[in-house]
């Protein structure tokens, strides 16, 4: 795989607010420096962006930096340099994982309290807060980050309790819904948009979507009152569906956990796509349907090939 690397220098009789600037510039890109002065980040668009804004706010300072593209390097594999990000965001999770850990234990203790329930439900906002933050330069999907997620989402559900558990969801065939018309409510939001998607790039790509307050016969309705597919127990729609036809792979499971957090709102999930996605929807707002759905579509398009990108591993060389 590709990889950015980026290096500077620094006048040494400077202030030294500039080179403590540019420090926590790469840490909050989740820049690692695995040898000789150099940092590298995964060759992505918006990696190379970063580094490009950071090489010019360093001349700004008289500095010099050096900003190129490199395939492999020689006495480091990709796995190794990936190993390395890992290493890194792992301390960062384990960190935030420990704090959680501590507001975790004190939660019987601060049952029927209201201040500190109040003060606890702050706290595990400015977790979420971190984690997703911490995700955005999780580049290669540290396994702590899962481990973190979880402990939130058990923290959000002990603070908000009565939560319905997991319904059982029949099975459903997509042969059986092939050609079928399709209805659910008027002025669709991210459950209804993340379906209408699912249904067309998944089970009725030719699908016709109506969007009414009750269901014609022999259509198949969705996320609305009486519906063959809705909410059950703790899922949305979508994440119904998904278990409905048994759809599944990296993108759909991470959508569904966006839709969810966007549509449920009960901490059970922390993605960093989440703020942005429910921003986009809310400019939909005066949106007719139609006009709804198909960017709508567009946007679903787009989540699930970012989110089902899995990095490429390229085999180390032996030398002869």
Known sequence: MSWVVFSYSLPSAGRSSPRVAVWRRLRALGAIAPKGGV????????????FQWLAQEV????????????????????????????????????????????????????????????????????LRREH?????????????????????????QALAPGEAAEARVPPATVAAYRGKRWVTRPRPHVDRLACAWLIRRFINPGAQIRYATAPEPE????????????????????????????????????????????????GRYTRPEVPGVDAILKGWVTYTD????????????????????????????KRR
């Open 132 to 156: 997703a933050e911490i995700a955005r330069i999780d580049f290669f999907d540290c396994p702590a980050g899962a481990q973190a997620a979880g402990r939130l989402a058990r923290i959000g």
């Open 290 to 317: 139609a006009e709804r759905e198909a960017p709508g579509i567009a946007l679903f398009d787009g989540l699930h090939a970012a989110l089902s990108q899995v990095p490429r591993v390229a085999p180390s060389r």
């Open 219 to 266: 259509e198949v309705a969705f996320d609305m009152r009486g519906a063959q597919f809705g909410h059950r127990g703790n899922l949305c729609t979508f994440e119904t569906m998904l278990k409905a036809f048994g759809l599944d792979d990296p993108g759909l499971r991470a959508i569904a956990e966006i839709v969810h957090e966007i549509d449920l709102r009960d």
């Open 39 to 50: 940092h590298v980040l995964p060759a992505r668009d918006e990696c190379v962006e970063a």
């Open 59 to 126: 001349e700004q300072a008289k500095g010099d930096a050096l900003l190129f593209r490199v395939e492999r390097f020689e006495g480091l594999s990709d796995a190794q340099l990936i190993e390395l990000f890992q290493e890194a965001r792992k301390r960062d999770y384990d960190s935030l994982d420990a704090r959680a850990a501590d507001l975790e234990k004190s939660l019987d203790a601060r049952a029927g309290r209201t201040r500190d329930l109040a003060r606890a439900r702050d706290l595990l906002a400015r």
